[in-house]
């Protein structure tokens, strides 16, 4: 199976500035018939299902603020907040659905500094 | 507009039986696949496994393999996850997903509301 690892567990950054978070895969998912890694971000608020931010790496879901950027490929991926809002503390999950079966990573709690 | 549609909470005994459900609206069904996540209390996301409506195809992650099963009723557009014995550890919620497919790949992106399996004798 291939491990997913984002770091750190978890992040406080202020209102308005830069969070970033990274996540890892133990073997590349890209796929080379595309050029696509198969790389996509979740943001999880209390009480909620996950919610679809980013697929493909780095595009965003139709309605995700323009803040919000995927970038990585291969191993090594990460998601930025340019400008921290309040509404964005929540946990986020990367998953892998390169090949079955689909990994998530551990999650990483955002909160306001 | 896309819609899944989970099944009320459950409170059952260990050693119960138990199947909830899901139920998909405004796509094809049969041609989406349908992934299940398990989120134990104040843990992470778990991939369960996959089904496809069209043909009942399944796919288990090895650490649900043997402990639930899959299906679906086409006819009424709902996939199913099914417990013969329940366990205090499968006390958590679950979360149904449709698959994107095509070009995309097996990209979740419309999410059930989950449905809370608690079991406690």
């Known amino acids: 199976d291939i491990v997913m690892t984002q770091s750190p567990d978890s992040l406080a950054v202020s209102l308005g500035e830069r969070a970033t978070i990274n996540c890892k895969a133990s073997?590349?998912?890209?796929?080379?018939?595309?050029?696509?890694?198969?790389l996509t971000w979740y943001q999880q608020k209390p009480g909620q299902p996950p919610k679809l931010l980013i697929y493909w790496t780095s595009v965003r879901e139709s309605g995700v603020p323009d803040r919000f950027s995927g970038s990585g490929s291969e191993t090594d991926f990460t998601l930025t907040i340019s400008s921290l809002q309040a509404e964005d503390v929540a946990v986020y999950y990367c998953?892998?659905?390169?090949?079955?079966?689909?990994?998530f990573g551990q999650g990483t709690k955002l909160e306001i500094k | 507009e896309v819609q899944l549609v989970q099944s009320g909470a459950e409170v059952k005994k260990p050693g119960e039986s138990l199947k909830i459900s899901c139920k998909g609206s405004?796509?094809?069904?049969?041609?989406?696949?349908i992934g299940w996540v398990r989120q134990m209390p104040g843990k992470g996301l778990e991939w369960m496994g996959v089904?496809?409506?069209?043909?009942?195809?399944?796919k288990y992650s090895p650490s649900f393999q043997g402990q639930v099963i899959f299906s679906v009723d086409k006819s009424i557009n709902t996939a199913y996850v099914q417990w013969s014995s329940l366990k205090a550890s499968d006390t958590a919620m679950y979360y149904c997903?449709?698959?994107?497919?095509?070009?995309?790949?097996?990209?979740?992106?419309?999410w059930g509301q989950g449905t809370l399996v608690t079991v406690s004798s």
């Open positions: 998953l892998q659905y390169y090949t079955p079966p689909y990994t």
């Open positions: 997903a449709r698959l994107l497919g095509g070009d995309y790949g097996d990209l979740p992106d419309y």
């Open positions: 073997q590349s998912i890209l796929y080379s018939s595309n050029n696509k890694n198969y």
């Open positions: 089904i496809y409506p069209g043909d009942s195809d399944t």
């Open positions: 405004g796509y094809i069904f049969t041609t989406s696949w």
